[in-house]
């Protein structure tokens, strides 16, 4: 991640005469063994699309929001921009690559509760007036540097109290919370809205009535103290579809308790993983191997083994924790992979780990995992890899950040004209190039890939 470029143009494949993504990915695992083995993504951006018809279908009140920092490829921010979504900033790198979209400045919210003064300054100049505060430094750092800020107070809930007994819990009580207010009065700073995070395995329905309760007092005080709140922005935690019905379920009742439409509060929400995690697909080469006995530490050579023993591998490949598996450092559980393009695939299976190529320790990506004896330069494929994995500002691995190849299919991409999506928003950024296989199995007309 070394920038951004002037022109955010990007070309995505259209596959077409029945081409499917895994003849997508296995072409250019293809072509890549051919030449530096490097590792890529393949994106199918109509899925992206459909998992936006699902959130209108269960959640048409709330307006998504989608925190760049999930995953800042190029292809996501223009696809969910011409969806309508507004976009959850945490650094100045962010606020720049979505207004490079073209992302209007009132639908960009600069996140984070300890934002440098150049990030504040950044906003200030650019229109970006949505910050969010949860204490008293932040908010006289952003009243002398962003005196038209209009804030979203950070509130801390239930689940975060919880979560952090051994550290100091993430946002404000409601007692801090009515002290904040009054000091942004004093010092002449607008207040908007509350902001609250619930985590995405949070099955307690109380948690989400304790937390729209503690909200609606923050509404009342703020009022008291001569605030008109407008904005409820309800946070991220929706992983899957599943998850979405139940939190629909657990949210739409306390919406219309505490926030009804007559209040005129807008509801909006924090989608990350929900939008990309399914939409993206990592290939990674394996770089080295190791062996040990099962119940053994120390390694041996693969020719040692004698007939009874049972071996464990350590493989590694050239993305780790430090790169495309940064989602190893959140809560995101990491999907066994699929074994691509080798001769062992359907043998015997082994107990094996996967390491990034760093050496570290901590670079470990999976373990325990069941897979055939691989070999230095066979692929792995990891499904459901879109979230916390493309832009991320580490790398330990000697390449960049991996490619990203984009695609949609033919019938996602009429599906989608046919919604009206791409005349409301044209997607100016964006050229299809039709992608299919010749009879050798290898690409024509493919899509370029982009740096992300």
């Known amino acids: 991640m070394k920038g951004i470029s002037d022109e955010p143009h990007f070309s995505v494949g259209l596959l077409e005469g029945g081409t499917s993504l895994c003849d997508v990915i296995d072409n250019h695992i ?23 018809v699902r959130w209108r279908t269960h959640m048409a009140q709330i307006r998504p929001f989608y925190p760049v920092r999930c995953n800042s490829s190029q292809g996501v921010i223009e696809v969910l921009a011409a969806l309508g979504t507004g976009f959850i900033c945490h650094n100045k790198f962010e606020l720049e690559l979505v207004q490079r979209h073209g992302i209007p400045s009132e639908d960009i919210i600069c996140s984070g509760v300890c934002k440098q003064v150049s990030q504040i300054k950044y906003a200030a100049k650019n229109g970006i007036d949505l910050l969010v505060c949860d204490n008293e430094a932040e908010l006289r750092k952003i009243s002398r540097s962003h005196p038209n800020a209009k804030l979203l107070l950070q509130m801390s809930t239930e689940a975060s109290r919880q979560d952090n007994e051994l550290s100091m819990p993430f946002g404000c009580s409601l007692k801090d919370c009515r002290h904040l207010l009054e000091s942004a009065k004093e010092l002449g700073v607008q207040v908007v809205g509350v902001r609250f995070l619930i985590s995405h395995d949070c099955k307690d329905d109380h948690v989400y009535t304790n937390t729209f309760s503690d909200a609606r007092c923050v509404f009342d005080m703020a009022e008291e103290i001569g605030y008109k709140l407008k904005i ?66 120390d390694r041996v050579h693969a020719d040692d083994l004698s007939p009874g023993d049972e071996p464990k591998f350590q493989y590694y490949m050239n993305e780790g924790v430090y790169g495309s598996f940064a989602c ?40 325990n995992c069941l897979l055939p004896e691989l070999n230095i330069g066979d692929w792995l494929t990891f499904s459901h890899a879109g979230a916390y994995s493309v832009g991320q500002p580490f790398c330990a691995s000697d390449s960049s950040t991996p490619p990203v190849f984009y695609f949609v299919s033919s019938r996602d991409w009429y599906e989608m004209q046919d919604s009206g999506i ?30 992300a």
């Open 30 to 52: 293809y072509e890549q063994t051919l030449s530096e083995k490097k590792a890529f993504f393949v994106a199918d951006l109509g899925i992206i699309m459909r998992q936006h």
């Open 232 to 297: 409820l922005d309800i946070g991220g935690g929706f992983g899957s579809d599943t998850q979405l019905e139940q939190i629909n379920h657990a949210v739409m009742s306390m919406v219309d308790q505490y926030f009804p439409a007559l209040s005129g509060v807008s509801i909006i929400a924090e989608p990350g993983t929900y939008f990309v995690s399914s939409a993206l697909t990592l290939a990674v080469n394996i770089i080295s191997k190791e062996v040990a006995l099962r119940d053994c530490q």
């Open 328 to 367: 190893k450092l959140t809560e995101i559980v990491i999907t066994a992979p699929t074994v691509r393009m080798s001769a062992c695939s359907k043998g015997p299976v082994f107990s094996s780990s996967l390491w990034g190529p760093s050496g570290d320790d901590l670079d470990l990506v999976m373990e």
């Open 422 to 451: 791409t005349q409301e928003a044209p997607l100016k950024n964006l050229s299809l190039v039709p992608y299919f296989l010749n009879a050798c199995g290898t690409s024509k007309d493919a899509a370029l890939s982009i740096p």
